[in-house]
């Protein structure tokens, strides 16, 4: 079967419904003198600051509750087994990666003028951002309660955050699911993996091993982009859009 015969049985098949009010439809909008108006366009940043009200507000009251919970643990009783809850504040950035797929949208999304790697990239920026400004708020706030430089305490609470970031953003690109509860496990092995990391390695908070810390923190912060854009390169839009 050649495709002009494929063509023809297809059409045969697929009758498009009849255009019924039509004619009143133009009418109406000729009347109204929406009939030369071009549509509104948005520029790239109208766009990303509007994700903004995309984003739900569990995920921004869970970065709260998890920056006041980690602040006021610090200063009540510091320890470096409270570094260990920076890793949940990653949860919140995973959440988003599966949002589309959750709600069954991605291939609508895939085909919009924003398509879902527009939407992700803007997402995950906010985030992370309001994230990160809020860590180092928090470094501000606990310094005076350890013994630590500004420089330590905020790789001790930087690193487990990017880690954990970083192993989703890893889980999401191999994985695709659609519940998420992979990323969230993630999350809490990470958190358990710093808290107990002290009892096999005595000395991994010792001044000595800084450098140690800030090579993990510049592998996490620079592989973190790195694998968010070939996450997203993947994500190619249909060729009929």
């Not at 630590?148 to 989703?168: C, D, E, K, N, Q």
Request: glycine share 6%.
């Amino acid at each position: 079967m050649n495709s002009e015969m494929m063509r023809t049985q297809i059409r045969a098949f697929c009758q498009a419904p009849r255009p019924e009010g039509k004619e009143a439809f133009f009418r109406q909008v000729k009347a109204r003198g929406l009939l030369p108006r071009r549509p509104q366009t948005i520029s790239q940043w109208e766009f990303a600051a509007g994700q903004l009200l995309y984003i739900e507000k569990w995920v921004w009251a869970l970065s709260v509750l998890l920056l006041l919970l980690i602040t006021a643990a610090c200063r009540r009783s510091p320890g470096i087994e409270t570094f260990a809850l920076t890793p949940f504040l990653a949860a919140g950035i995973l959440a988003q990666t599966g949002r589309s797929f959750r709600w069954k949208m991605a291939e609508m999304e895939h085909a919009a003028r924003f398509s879902l790697r527009s939407v992700l990239l803007a997402r995950l920026f906010w985030v992370g951002v309001v994230n990160t400004a809020g860590l180092m708020l928090g470094v501000l706030l606990v310094r005076p309660c350890f013994s630590y430089s500004l420089i330590r305490v905020f790789l001790y609470m930087m690193v487990p955050y990017l880690t954990a970031a970083w192993l989703g953003s890893v889980y999401e690109r191999k994985q695709r699911a659609d519940h998420g509860w992979g990323s969230v496990l993630i999350c809490l092995l990470s958190s358990a993996a710093f808290a107990a990391a002290p009892a096999f390695l005595a000395g991994l908070y010792e001044e000595r091993l800084t450098v140690l810390w800030a090579a993990l923190f510049i592998t996490m912060a620079g592989g973190l982009p790195g694998s968010i854009r070939n996450w997203i390169a993947r994500m190619e839009e249909p060729v009929w859009n």
